[in-house]
Nanobody
Framework: QVHLVESGGGSVEAGGSLILSCVVSGATPGSYCMAWFRQAPGKEREVVADIDSDGEVSYTGSVKGRFTISKDSAKNTLHLQMNSLKPEDTGLYYC????????????????????????WGQGTQVTVSS
């Protein structure tokens, strides 16, 4: 069974930086799509960025140029480097993943929805103050 455990959330002032991590355990060899989602109070969960096993990355428009998603395969860890944080980045950030025994890629990020991903972490809180 696959488990995802996030860490690295916290409180920062606007303009600050945070790095989130998601440790993966129990995944079988093959291809994957891994993503970061976030959910602000009273709002729907939205995709932030994703990465597939070929290294293809995608970002939602509001974080392009500020966030960087990466995967450390040696440590089975997904990261999200967040720079120039804004108060609107506040939310509960989730790591999500799909693992496949055959070649596969991520859904088009503009259409990516929580229901597209089978495995989720517990979330880590990010709070950005103005």
């Amino acid at each position: 069974q696959v488990h995802l455990v996030e860490s690295g959330g916290g409180s920062v002032e606007a303009g600050g930086s945070l790095i989130l991590s998601c440790v993966v355990s129990g995944a079988t060899p093959g291809s994957y799509c891994m993503a970061w989602f976030r959910q602000a109070p009273g709002k729907e969960r939205e995709v932030v960025a994703d990465i597939d096993s070929d290294g293809e990355v995608s970002y939602t428009g509001s974080v392009k140029g500020r966030f960087t998603i990466s995967k450390d395969s040696a440590k089975n860890t997904l990261h999200l480097q967040m720079n120039s944080l804004k108060p609107e980045d506040t939310g509960l950030y989730y790591c999500a993943a799909n693992f496949f025994p055959w070649p596969a890629s991520c859904p088009v990020i503009a259409n990516a929805a929580p229901g597209d991903f089978r495995t989720w972490g517990q979330g880590t809180q990010v709070t950005v103050s103005s």
